[in-house]
């Protein structure tokens, strides 16, 4: 490909275009995806795990979903190095600002563009995923209805068969009756509960 | 003195699988009173408390430090801070300013993951002082070790702890004149926090 234009993140092609942004995008549409959804009471997010060896020593964190703040929360796709320094500066930067908007989900990229959304979804297959959302996405949907489609969704764009609790994470965003910011972390217990009620984990069933 | 502009009076005391931590409410400049409702003890979490005497703008900035601090820990770690770690974290800070420090006498009180009490007071540039019984600190300092000295008994239950925390704070500040208003009192057991606001001599 182009190899005199590229060298910086600042140069850029006879056509307009910074290659080195595209690469940084290109390198994201191949990381494990993760879904946000907008519901009227709260919002949900999804991650797909990647890495699920056996061997590997499971953290009670989880490997793309990070609280910001106690009324905010980001789910990540992409190089987690990279990663772990904005969600620092996000933290920092977070105890400054106020809250009351009401529920509000972002996305934002390697060029810096960013804006709200009602559903959107980053990393592998992401675009399969954002036109499965685009038809079945519903304007006064509930929280619940929201889960189940994000689980769809990721269960449809994920190249692995069978969907099960260890490759995804699931966090939901919501008020509590008190009126405070909740920010709740499904367990595995409850993950595997969910997807068995939605019909989507049917081991070996489904084969392509 | 700068530590004696605003007047005030910190104590915290530890009993049998729990603790308590009380200051007074006033808030002066010189011999003048500004305000008879100042918050001089916070919470960190539902078992660190800390409680500042000294300077009353040093103890509010302070303050907001320390909230930041531990909220980055949370995010960061997952957990609360144990108080030990607290204790330390708030010397590092202090020490920061070893030259031109924070005009605080902070006094730290809290539960370990065992229920064991842990309390700890410092200077104003973080030297830490560990004890088993008590610890004061502020313009009523003097007056509440002589207080605290006659009335402490080792393991007192919730109740009684705060029996003896409040007298020994009410007659100490009747001693001081920068410091008063009434108290404000916390007992903390490993399953509740109870806040008290006390009146006393209001003159």
Known sequence: MSRRYDSRTTIFSPEGRLYQVEYAMEAIGNAGSAIGILAKDGVVLVGEKKVTSKLLQTSSSMEKMYKIDDHVACAVAGIMSDANIL??????????????HGFQLYMSDPSGNYGGWQAAAVGANNQAAQSILKQDYKDDATREEVVQLAIKVLSKTMDSTSLTAEKLELAELYLTPSKCVKYHVHSPDSLTKLLVKHGVTQPAAETS | SIFEYNGSAVVAMVGKNCFAIASDRRLGVQLQTIA?????????????FIGLSGLATDVQTLYQRLVFRHKLYQLREERDMKPETFASLVSAILYEKRFGPYLCQPVIAGLGDDDKPFICTMDSIGAKELAKDFVVSGTASESLYGACEAMYKPDMEAEELFETISQALLSSVDRDCLSGWGGHVYIVTPTEIKERILKGRMD
């Open chain 1, 87 to 100: 969600i620092n500066t996000a933290r920092v930067q977070a105890q400054r600002w106020d809250r009351n």
């Open chain 2, 36 to 48: 008879t409702d100042f918050q001089r003890i916070s919470k960190i979490h539902d078992r660190v």
